[in-house]
C-alpha cells in the first residue's frame, strides 16, 4: 500500500534530520525517506538506524535514497533509485523480494524500460525545485498524468509538491505525493504535514 504523503529528508533544512522525519510522521506522513548525497555511507547508516528507530512508534517505515548497499545492511523497509543509480533488476536481486523498490520516472519514454521488481514509480519533478538543482525539465500536472496513464504501478508524484497540488495528482490517477521543502522548510512542519494529507483525503 503506498500512502499519500511520503517525506523526504532535507539535509539543509534548518531543523535536524530526525526532528523532521518525527514531524511529517505526527502530521500524517505514511513513508519517510532518507535522502543524502554526500553523508559518507557509515553515517548516513547510522542516520538511518536513528531514523528507524526514532519513526517505530509511529509505525512509519523509513525507505533509503539511492544507497542499495545501506538499505539492505539496515533492513530498510524501501529502497528508491533514480535512472542513473543501475539496473533495477539487478538491484531488486541483490535486496532480495521482500524490500520495497521504488524508481523515479522523468519521461513517459522511460515507462517503457521499467523492468518487472519495481513497486512504484516517483513521477516528477511536477515543478522546479531547489531542492535538485539538476533536476529533469519539469513535466507539470500533464505530464505527469500522462505518464500515470501508461503504467499500473502506483505513482508518486515529486518536484516542488505543495498542497495545491494534490487535487490535480489524484485525479489524473497518483498515489500520492513525495514532499520535502514544503515540510522540511515550513515552521510547523507537523502542521504543514497535516495540511496536505487533509488536502489529499479532502478531494
Not at 519517510?32 to 536513528?50: I, N, W
Not at 498515489?175 to 515540510?183: C, F, K, P
Request: hydrophobic fraction near 50%; charge should be negative.
Amino acid at each position: 500500500m503506498i500512502p499519500p504523503i511520503c517525506f523526504v529528508t532535507d539535509p539543509d533544512a534548518p531543523q535536524p534530520v530526525i526532528a523532521q522525519a518525527i514531524a511529517a510522521a505526527e502530521g500524517g506522513a505514511g513513508w519517510v525517506q532518507l535522502r543524502d548525497k554526500t553523508l559518507p555511507d557509515a553515517e548516513f547508516a547510522a542516520l538511518a538506524r536513528a531514523l528507524i528507530s526514532a519513526l517505530a512508534p509511529y509505525d512509519v517505515p523509513l525507505i533509503v535514497n539511492d544507497r542499495v548497499a545501506v538499505a539492505i545492511e539496515i533492513g530498510a523497509a524501501g529502497l528508491h533509485i533514480g535512472q542513473s543509480d543501475g539496473d533495477p533488476s539487478a538491484i531488486r536481486r541483490r535486496i532480495g523480494p521482500d524490500m520495497l523498490l521504488g524508481l523515479s520516472i522523468e519521461t513517459e519514454a522511460q515507462i517503457g524500460a521499467v523492468p518487472p521488481g519495481v513497486d512504484y514509480l516517483g513521477v516528477g519533478p511536477i515543478h522546479a525545485t531547489g531542492s535538485k538543482p539538476d533536476h529533469a525539465t519539469p513535466i507539470g500536472h500533464a505530464g505527469f498524468a500522462a505518464i500515470a496513464a501508461r503504467t499500473d504501478l502506483p505513482c508518486l508524484a515529486i518536484g516542488g509538491i505543495t498542497a495545491a497540488d494534490a487535487s490535480a495528482i489524484r485525479t489524473a490517477g497518483g498515489a500520492g505525493v513525495a514532499v520535502i521543502s514544503a515540510i522540511s522548510r515550513a515552521s510547523d512542519m507537523a502542521r504543514a504535514t497535516r495540511t496536505l494529507r487533509n488536502a489529499w483525503s479532502d478531494i
